[in-house]
């Protein structure tokens, strides 16, 4: 069976490339997988390392006939399903729903296998879109494991270090967090954005000289970089379940995050993460990283590091996919 991971914005790089690039490049040792797009082989290079080999332009969706389709956007699945309503076409499909959303209810369609990838994306679903759970089957997002270092390493209390890597815009909300925790945070805490977005200029302008943040811009070698941190944090207005936490976990670092999406599926609170739900709320927990004892540092970072071992490894996502392809195979449905 050929199967091919398909979306419309490919050349827009979130974290939902990411994550279908991770799915296909752990597909393609166990089947004949490729990417599909309308766009050109040349403009998809622009952004990301794909061979020829594993790239297709389609004209239509009649070129995907009689493979299975994995599409990543709604937009994608609704054109998949109303193709396959037509006679002559044999797509089977597995939509991957993303994230949280709250419109084009009427106008979105979804195919007999949906993998949602957090509890809340699922209650979405459900809820919202009135999908019938038996639909549904969770598969968290995982990573490779590129975790070396074996020794957690107790923060400075002088100056404690989080990380918050996304993209710079409203959801994400690096500009509101700016502007309600200036002049508020201990001088030893600071907050380094990593990212790039349509913010932020609007996010150095408000950062100026404030001690407190840096803009530091895109990160390529998030790797490399999230060692020399002590926390990670994300506070965004909406979330599916977003790598950057999960690879704080691989790194064994403590989250603070909010109750956005799957947030709190990948930072529990008291285990591997500080909840915060309102502004007041990660003020104070921002302003007592001070009080955190080296021994609850050391079990936060390692809870985060099993965690990921238990729920976000990255060879345990591909497992369960290629169980879920292998059941339409034998069975002979998705369609």
Not at 69 to 83: D, F, G, M, P, Q
Not at 239 to 249: D, S
Not at 280 to 305: D, F, G, M, P, Q
Request: aromatic share 10%; charged share 20%; glycine share 6%.
């Amino acid at each position: 069976m050929n199967i091919y991971s398909y979306i419309e914005v490919l050349h827009e790089v979130s974290g939902v490339q990411k994550v279908l690039l991770d799915i296909h490049n752990g597909l393609k040792k166990y089947y004949h997988a490729q990417i599909a797009s309308y766009l050109s082989y040349k403009e998809i290079t622009r952004y990301f390392d794909i061979p020829e080999s594993e790239y297709v332009q389609i004209k239509s969706m009649k070129d995907l006939n009689h493979g299975l389709v994995i599409t990543h956007e709604r937009k994608a699945s609704t054109r998949c399903c109303l193709y396959n309503l037509l006679p002559w076409m044999n797509l089977k499909q597995i939509h991957v729903q993303h994230s949280l959303y709250d419109n084009l209810k009427w106008v979105s369609l979804y195919p007999k296998i949906i993998v949602s990838i957090s509890d809340k994306v699922t209650n979405n679903l459900t809820t919202f879109f009135r999908v019938n759970p038996s639909k549904i089957c969770k598969i968290h997002n995982g990573i490779e494991d590129s975790y070396h270092d074996s020794d957690i390493k107790t923060p400075n209390k002088n100056a404690i270090k989080i990380a918050y890597i996304a993209r710079i815009d409203e959801n994400k909300r690096q500009v509101d967090i700016v502007k309600y925790l200036k002049g508020k945070l201990l001088p030893n805490i600071h907050i380094d954005f990593l990212g790039d977005g349509p913010l932020y200029n609007d996010l150095c302008n408000i950062i100026g000289s404030d001690k407190n943040f840096h803009a530091l811009g895109y990160c390529s070698d998030v790797d490399g970089i999230l060692p020399n941190y002590d926390y990670v944090m994300l506070f965004s207005k909406k979330e599916g379940l977003p790598i950057t936490l999960i690879e704080g976990c691989m790194h064994g670092k403590p989250l603070i995050v909010n109750d956005a999406g799957g947030n709190w599926e990948i930072g529990i609170n008291g285990k591997n993460a500080f909840a915060a739900c309102t502004w007041e709320e990660l003020l104070t927990v921002l302003n007592n990283l001070s009080n955190i004892s080296s021994k609850e540092y050391w079990n936060l970072a390692h809870n985060s590091r099993i965690h990921y071992l238990e729920e976000f490894e990255y060879s345990l996502m591909i497992k369960k996919y290629r169980y879920l392809i292998e059941t339409i195979e034998h069975n002979v449905c998705g369609k």
